[in-house]
């Protein structure tokens, strides 16, 4: 079994030695087993309860199991679960509807993982610019950030910029173009290239470690995009949905893009449930037979993400990460030991950086643990907080105290 720096009871470490022994080692968890969760609370196979600081990266932000979509779902496969795109369903323009008002958009397209999203996105913004802007065939580009995360499909991980994500991976897909991420000046130059069709960003980069841009620069990216008829494709598969203080991370800006791209927190913590939400125009390229996927829009998909999207609309989850968000981030700002070099973030969402001498994040996680709270490292120096937005206000202080504690104890420094 894999070392771990914090005691691996019995009954654990015999499971992870399982998961081990016949799961790829695509992983590397923590230490825990978890068998059963509500709200922001997991417990795990020995009984032990754990604040959960990381939500399975945004995807429920509506906390564990919660009660309104739990009740849609077991309505919905007590009727009927899947019939494939080949017949309509009566759940899916409920859903599809739903979500074009939430988003303001015309068109939706249903998918399953994130990663389907994205590649969706890029597939409608090359159909686009062949057929609407007119570019010629097979030259159309799409720039991307330095530092991105969009998934691990071989085309999404041939414009990735992280070595461990592409390496090993090749031959890579062809026509993306990467530009520092918050770079205005830089997306200008690249922009201007009449080949280019999409530009896709993260409006806050996750995976990189909550990487929030300067002020101003998704909304010049909205300016530019309009001014070189590029289409603006926003990834909100983690940012969207309430975890940055808005329903989406673009309203911060005011900024409206062409497209869209969600997920993760949209399937209610219960299934994988992904769309590219649009604007007609964008999204009609796609026509029969271009695109698609047996489970994509499946009927238990859309009335699990009607309900994710009845709570969207309360702004009940929206206000809660505002609220709460500004409260942990002033504490981990204020009270930062020394261990910590820069803590960014916007709502209930955050990145702690450690200083190098600080040693590993991955070390802080594992003492996390032992003391029940569940959060993850990002880039070895990073640790990643991302609470359900349903948590309770002292539960989010005490897994603060004992966060900044942790970070505080000699022996980690
Ligand atoms: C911004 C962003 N895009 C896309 C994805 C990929 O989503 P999935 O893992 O569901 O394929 C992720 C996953 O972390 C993400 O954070």
Same mark, same amino acid.
């Given at each position: 079994?894999?070392?771990?720096?914090?005691?691996?009871?019995?009954?654990?470490?015999?499971?992870?030695?399982?998961?081990?022994?016949?799961?790829?080692?695509?992983?590397?968890?923590?230490?825990?087993?978890?068998?059963?969760?509500?709200?922001?609370?997991?417990?795990?196979?020995?009984?032990?309860?754990?604040?959960?600081?990381?939500?399975?990266?945004?995807?429920?932000?509506?906390?564990?199991?919660?009660?309104?979509?739990?009740?849609?779902?077991?309505?919905?496969?007590?009727?009927?679960?899947?019939?494939?795109?080949?017949?309509?369903?009566?759940?899916?323009?409920?859903?599809?509807?739903?979500?074009?008002?939430?988003?303001?958009?015309?068109?939706?397209?249903?998918?399953?993982?994130?990663?389907?999203?994205?590649?969706?996105?890029?597939?409608?913004?090359?159909?686009?610019?062949?057929?609407?802007?007119?570019?010629?065939?097979?030259?159309?580009?799409?720039?991307?950030?330095?530092?991105?995360?969009?998934?691990?499909?071989?085309?999404?991980?041939?414009?990735?910029?992280?070595?461990?994500?592409?390496?090993?991976?090749?031959?890579?897909?062809?026509?993306?173009?990467?530009?520092?991420?918050?770079?205005?000046?830089? #997306? @200008?130059?690249?922009? &201007?290239?009449?080949? $280019?069709?999409?530009?896709? !960003?993260?409006? *806050?980069?996750?995976? %990189? +470690? =909550?990487?929030?841009?300067?002020?101003?620069?998704?909304?010049?990216?909205?300016?530019?995009?309009?001014?070189?008829?590029?289409?603006?494709?926003?990834?909100?598969?983690?940012?969207?949905?309430?975890?940055?203080?808005?329903?989406?991370?673009?309203?911060?800006?005011?900024?409206?893009?062409?497209?869209?791209?969600?997920?993760?927190?949209?399937?209610?913590?219960?299934?994988?449930?992904?769309?590219?939400?649009?604007?007609?125009?964008?999204?009609?390229?796609?026509?029969?037979?271009?695109?698609?996927?047996?489970?994509?829009?499946?009927?238990?998909?859309?009335?699990?993400?009607?309900?994710?999207?009845?709570?969207?609309?309360?702004?009940?989850?929206?206000?809660?990460?505002?609220?709460?968000?500004?409260?942990? #981030? @002033?504490?981990?700002? &204020?009270?930062?030991? $020394?261990?910590?070099?820069? !803590?960014?973030? *916007?709502?209930?969402? %955050? +990145? =702690?950086?450690?200083?190098?001498?600080?040693?590993?994040?991955?070390?802080?996680?594992?003492?996390?643990?032992?003391?029940?709270?569940?959060?993850?490292?990002?880039?070895?120096?990073?640790?990643?907080?991302?609470?359900?937005?349903?948590?309770?206000?002292?539960?989010?202080?005490?897994?603060?105290?004992?966060?900044?504690?942790?970070?505080?104890?000699?022996?980690?420094?």
């Amino acid at each position: 079994m894999t070392e771990f720096a914090v005691p691996v009871p019995p009954k654990t470490a015999e499971q992870i030695d399982r998961d081990e022994r016949f799961g790829a080692p695509n992983y590397h968890p923590l230490p825990v087993v978890v068998a059963e969760a509500e709200g922001a609370w997991v417990t795990d196979i020995e009984g032990k309860r754990y604040l959960d600081l990381l939500s399975a990266y945004s995807a429920l932000n509506f906390g564990h199991r919660h009660p309104a979509l739990v009740d849609a779902a077991k309505r919905q496969l007590d009727r009927l679960t899947l019939t494939s795109r080949a017949v309509h369903s009566d759940t899916f323009a409920t859903f599809a509807e739903a979500l074009c008002d939430v988003c303001g958009m015309d068109m939706m397209l249903p998918m399953n993982t994130g990663a389907e999203a994205v590649e969706t996105s890029i597939k409608a913004a090359r159909k686009w610019g062949y057929d609407v802007k007119g570019v010629p065939a097979d030259r159309a580009r799409i720039v991307v950030c330095d530092g991105n995360f969009h998934g691990r499909t071989t085309t999404i991980v041939s414009f990735s910029t992280d070595p461990t994500a592409r390496g090993g991976f090749g031959p890579f897909t062809p026509g993306f173009v990467t530009v520092p991420y918050g770079d205005a000046a830089a #997306l @200008a130059e690249a922009l &201007a290239d009449p080949m $280019v069709v999409g530009f896709l !960003v993260e409006p *806050i980069q996750g995976e %990189a +470690g =909550v990487i929030v841009p300067p002020a101003g620069y998704l909304r010049e990216a909205r300016r530019l995009c309009t001014e070189h008829d590029v289409l603006l494709i926003a990834d909100e598969i983690q940012t969207g949905f309430g975890r940055t203080g808005a329903t989406f991370a673009c309203e911060h800006e005011g900024v409206v893009p062409d497209m869209y791209l969600l997920g993760k927190a949209l399937g209610g913590g219960i299934l994988p449930v992904s769309a590219v939400v649009a604007r007609r125009e964008v999204l009609a390229v796609l026509v029969a037979g271009t695109h698609g996927s047996t489970f994509g829009g499946n009927p238990l998909a859309c009335a699990v993400g009607t309900a994710v999207l009845d709570l969207v609309k309360t702004g009940e989850y929206q206000e809660r990460s505002r609220v709460l968000g500004d409260k942990m #981030l @002033a504490r981990l700002r &204020a009270e930062a030991p $020394v261990a910590v070099a820069e !803590v960014r973030g *916007i709502g209930l969402w %955050a +990145g =702690v950086e450690l200083k190098i001498e600080a040693g590993p994040a991955r070390r802080y996680c594992e003492r996390l643990l032992e003391r029940g709270v569940i959060c993850k490292d990002t880039h070895a120096t990073t640790l990643r907080l991302a609470p359900p937005l349903v948590i309770e206000e002292r539960d989010l202080d005490h897994a603060t105290d004992t966060l900044l504690e942790t970070l505080a104890t000699p022996e980690a420094f």
